[in-house]
């Protein structure tokens, strides 16, 4: 049905009074690495953004790769765009050397239901250490545990569920990693950590990496069994994880980057930690129009410690600090987080970030090509959290995975905390973060 004019400029009238007046002659541009079907669905939201405020948008795709380094060529050339997506990869880098203005102003001003509505974890992936909101969640990249249905059937298994504990999590991959014609080889494997942050296994412990002043923490008795407990799915010890090159003997290619995403579509393993994305590209048949076996999902399992978490990653918007249209901009990344744009990333398999959306029926919540247990997704969100802030994670982090020398098996865990531990806080003050 088409709106009368008196109410669509009633709309625009109340929307823009929200966050800031902008003039209707306003353009802003924005950066975004949307292409395909995501690139057409959010041109439609553009144009309601637009149709609704009178602000014209011009969207530029720029790949992903490149985004952050152009970026900072636009900044100190003065072409920067009025709002970009962003990415937890460097957000928080960009953020703290000035790029992006902070929304905590036009938030106060805002109508606060709507803030309200958008899951408290997928905010604080855009905030700094001091919990300022420096960019708008667009989507949530949250991993939950999937898992092959056929392959627990065949071995009359119990599924993975809300029970599940890290003994009992270890127990079901060590019965799925098999030599099934005793030929010295694995053909089946417990999990591919393909899309999984180990880094939360101590959180989920209640442990930290660092210490309240930002020294390593790595000592501490939560790590140490969180690290533990991590080592025994390798192969010095149990061997559970889809190892590089193990499964080319049944006709999967170690040289494809995808390889661990290939064996599990091909049923060759049991369990992996995804996000809500990954069944479309990775369960879903394209020859055969089905899926490629029965699938669900579960929980990350409860720790020593009672508990679970996840991380939330996902993408965002900023405002730059060097728009002339601070307000429009602040108007557009607050659009994209609105009920149209999520539900169009709804629809295109990303995880909305307001919850009334992400509980909307047939979209995130009930559509064909999720599995049974959906809410599990949601559930997710309640226990997501970001990465560490204030201690350049990308940076730090690199040290922090050099821990994978005990997870190889070729030294010790006193010797890898206590190399990893000095390689971490040398990193930290050359970064400035300690002294």
């Known amino acids: 049905m088409r709106r009368s004019l008196s109410l669509v400029v009633l709309v625009t009238l109340c929307f823009a009074l929200s966050v800031g007046v902008a003039t209707a002659a306003e353009k802003i541009i924005w950066w975004h690495w949307n292409s395909g079907e995501a690139e057409k669905a959010f041109e439609k939201v553009v144009e309601s953004f637009t149709e609704n405020t009178g602000i014209e948008v011009e969207p530029q795709a720029v790949d992903w790769a490149e985004l952050k380094e152009k970026l900072l060529v636009g900044i100190a050339g003065g072409v920067a765009p009025d709002v970009t997506a962003v990415t937890s990869t460097w957000f928080e880098e960009l953020a703290l050397q000035g790029a992006f203005e902070n929304l905590d102003p036009y938030i106060q001003r805002d109508t606060q239901s709507f803030w309200r509505d958008i899951f408290p974890s997928s905010l604080a992936v855009w905030q700094l250490e001091d919990g300022s909101q420096y960019a708008v969640p667009l989507d949530n990249d949250i991993p939950v545990l999937f898992y092959n249905k056929s392959l627990f059937d065949d071995m009359a298994l119990a599924y993975p569920d809300q029970s599940t504990t890290w003994d009992s999590w270890l127990e079901m991959a060590t019965k799925h990693t098999r030599d099934i014609d005793g030929d010295g080889l694995k053909d089946y494997y417990g999990m591919t950590n393909w899309w999984f942050n180990w880094h939360m296994l101590v959180w989920a412990n209640d442990g930290t990496f660092f210490t309240p002043d930002k020294r390593s923490n790595l000592n501490s008795p939560a790590v140490r069994q969180a690290l533990e407990y991590w080592a025994e799915w390798f192969?010095?010890?149990?061997?559970?994880?889809?190892?590089?090159?193990?499964?080319?003997?049944?006709?999967?290619?170690?040289?494809?980057?995808?390889?661990?995403?290939?064996?599990?579509?091909?049923?060759?393993?049991?369990?992996?930690?995804?996000?809500?994305?990954?069944?479309?590209?990775?369960?879903?048949?394209?020859?055969?129009?089905?899926?490629?076996?029965?699938?669900?999902?579960?929980?990350?399992?409860?720790?020593?410690?009672?508990?679970?978490?996840?991380?939330?990653?996902?993408?965002?918007?900023?405002?730059?600090?060097?728009?002339?249209?601070?307000?429009?901009?602040?108007?557009?990344?607050?659009?994209?987080?609105?009920?149209?744009?999520?539900?169009?990333?709804?629809?295109?398999?990303?995880?909305?970030?307001?919850?009334?959306?992400?509980?909307?029926?047939?979209?995130?919540?009930?559509?064909?090509?999720?599995?049974?247990?959906?809410?599990?997704?949601?559930?997710?969100?309640?226990?997501?959290?970001?990465?560490?802030?204030?201690?350049?994670?990308?940076?730090?982090?690199?040290?922090?995975?050099?821990?994978?020398?005990?997870?190889?098996?070729?030294?010790?865990?006193?010797?890898?905390?206590?190399?990893?531990?000095?390689?971490?806080?040398?990193?930290?003050?050359?970064?400035?973060?300690?002294?």
Do not use: C
């Open 235 to 435: 192969a010095p010890k149990r061997g559970l994880l889809a190892a590089w090159d193990e499964l080319a003997h049944v006709g999967y290619d170690p040289a494809n980057r995808l390889y661990p995403a290939h064996a599990w579509k091909g049923g060759r393993i049991a369990m992996t930690p995804a996000g809500a994305w990954m069944p479309t590209p990775f369960v879903w048949d394209t020859t055969k129009n089905e899926w490629s076996f029965p699938f669900d999902a579960a929980p990350l399992p409860l720790s020593y410690a009672g508990q679970r978490t996840t991380t939330n990653e996902g993408q965002g918007n900023a405002v730059m600090a060097s728009s002339k249209h601070k307000d429009a901009a602040f108007q557009f990344a607050r659009w994209l987080a609105d009920t149209e744009s999520q539900k169009a990333a709804a629809l295109l398999n990303q995880f909305p970030v307001r919850r009334s959306v992400a509980l909307q029926a047939n979209l995130f919540l009930a559509r064909d090509q999720w599995p049974a247990n959906r809410n599990i997704v949601i559930q997710a969100a309640e226990y997501a959290r970001p990465f560490p802030k204030g201690v350049n994670w990308p940076v730090s982090s690199a040290e922090i995975n050099k821990l994978r020398d005990y997870f190889n098996g070729t030294v010790s865990l006193d010797a890898a905390v206590t190399n990893v531990s000095n390689l971490l806080e040398a990193k930290l003050k050359e970064l400035s973060i300690i002294k």
